[in-house]
């Protein structure tokens, strides 16, 4: 992303920190330490849909599409005071790093799976993310996959960790949302011949993902094989 994305004020450079003459002598700066918040990401990662109503320019409606901040002020990570830039910036600078840094997401989930008679339960969570796992995109979700192979390459069984969305007269809006947050999910499926699981998160819209190269489908968060409880 450009940085006048988040940087230009009608020509001169928003700066968190106190301008310093170096800094002016390059370029008009304006000082706004509420840069630093949360009040810059929420306005793009927290919006509503769109109405689809034929009218141009077209509107927006009530339901949020995207609502990492309100997700945010909800969260323990809010209560104890860390912030977006706190955990996105803080140790990475400009990278920003969110759903396509595997170790980020492989670090913010904790899932597991154990043999209950006839089923198979896992227990998944999400933990030092400041908002509902995945957050953002409505498309995001978690793939939970039972196989009858040790590789997983042709799961037997899925289920999602998602939203729902449903369509109204004029706009969207979400008819379910199971995604995760710190405490524990359990999701119960039938076990079948199943010897192994995974869970796998997945970016976009499943119609194309045939045509899309495997690492903007997604990526293995975790996964194993299945021990008999004892
Ligand atoms: C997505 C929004 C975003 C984009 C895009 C962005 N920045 Fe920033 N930038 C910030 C935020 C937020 C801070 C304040 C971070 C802090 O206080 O730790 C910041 C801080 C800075 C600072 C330190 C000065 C200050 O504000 O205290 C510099 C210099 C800077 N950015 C330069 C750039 C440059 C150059 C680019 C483009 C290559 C860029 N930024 C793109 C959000 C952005
Ligand atoms: C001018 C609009 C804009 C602003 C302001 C902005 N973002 Fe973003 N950000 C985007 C877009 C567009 C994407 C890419 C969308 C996606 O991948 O879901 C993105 C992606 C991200 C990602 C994910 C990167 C990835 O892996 O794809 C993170 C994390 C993120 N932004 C954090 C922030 C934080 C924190 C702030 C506030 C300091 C912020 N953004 C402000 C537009 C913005
Ligand atoms: C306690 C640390 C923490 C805080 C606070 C936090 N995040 Fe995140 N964020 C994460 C982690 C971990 C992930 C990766 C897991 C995921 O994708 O949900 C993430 C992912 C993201 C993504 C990527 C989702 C995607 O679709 O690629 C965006 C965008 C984002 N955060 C924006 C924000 C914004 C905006 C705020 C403040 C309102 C914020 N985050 C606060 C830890 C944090």
Do not use: K
Request: charged residues 25%; hydrophobic residues 40%.
């Amino acid at each position: 992303m450009d940085c006048v994305a988040c940087h230009d004020r009608e020509g001169r450079i928003a700066t968190a920190r106190a301008p310093t003459a170096a800094g002016e002598a390059m370029h008009a700066l304006v000082h706004e330490p509420s840069l630093a918040t949360e009040a810059l990401c929420a306005r793009c990662h927290e919006f509503a849909f769109q109405t689809h109503t034929p009218r141009f320019p077209f509107g927006y409606g009530d339901e949020l599409a995207q609502a990492t901040v309100s997700e945010w002020r909800a969260s323990p990570a809010h209560a104890s005071g860390v912030g977006c830039v706190g955990c996105h910036m803080g140790v990475y600078g400009h990278r920003f790093p969110g759903a396509h840094d595997v170790d980020l997401v492989r670090g913010a989930i904790r899932a597991g799976a154990r043999v209950d008679g006839a089923d198979v339960v896992f227990e998944i969570s999400a933990h030092d993310a400041g908002h509902a796992v995945p957050t953002g995109d409505p498309f995001r979700r978690l793939e939970v996959q039972l196989c009858d192979t040790a590789d997983c390459r042709a799961p037997r069984t899925v289920s999602w960790i998602q939203r729902t969305l449903e369509r109204t007269e004029t706009s969207w809006r979400v008819a379910s949302d199971a995604r995760l947050g710190e405490s524990a999910r359990l999701v119960r499926v039938p076990r079948g011949t199943a010897v192994a699981w995974q869970l796998v998160y997945r970016y976009g819209d499943r119609r194309f993902e045939p045509v899309l190269p495997a690492s903007s489908v997604g990526f293995v968060v975790a996964g194993g094989t299945l021990q008999e409880s004892r």
